[in-house]
């Protein structure tokens, strides 16, 4: 069994940047990501990694502010997020699994990743 414990959210201005981490108990997949849910509204794909190379996808909307990474020595995860806009706020998941073409993560997601954290708040004022 999989663990992912996240950290690293927190209240931040317009503009700020928060860097959200993922540690995993263990290395067994190929695809990680990260989710968020607003209030009201469905899980959004965010970003998402292949993880054999390192290949990356993001959604429209963090394109060029969020950047995804991993340290395969700590087994840890990380969404860097810069220039965060009030409509970032959310629960922010990581998520990990070996589904069909990673880069379709954000499609169904609760049905094709085995591994979910618990979900850290990730707040932006105006």
């Known amino acids: 069994q999989v663990q992912l414990i996240e950290s690293g959210g927190g209240s931040v201005q317009t503009g700020g940047s928060l860097r959200l981490s993922c540690a995993a108990s263990?290395?067994?997949?190929?695809?990680m990501g990260w989710f968020r849910q607003a209030p009201g509204k469905e899980l959004e794909g965010v970003a998402a990694m292949y993880t054999p190379v390192n290949d990356t996808v993001y959604a429209d909307s963090v394109k060029g502010r969020f950047t995804i990474s991993r340290d395969n020595a700590k087994n840890t995860m990380y969404l860097q997020m810069n220039s965060l806009k009030p409509e970032d706020t959310a629960s922010y998941y990581c998520?990990?699994?070996?589904?069909?073409?990673?880069?379709?993560?954000?499609?169904?997601?609760?049905?094709?990743?085995?591994?979910w954290g618990q979900g850290t708040q990730v707040t932006v004022s105006s």
């Open positions: 263990a290395y067994t997949y190929t695809c």
């Open positions: 998520a990990a699994g070996s589904p069909y073409r990673c880069g379709t993560y954000y499609s169904r997601p609760r049905a094709r990743f085995d591994y």
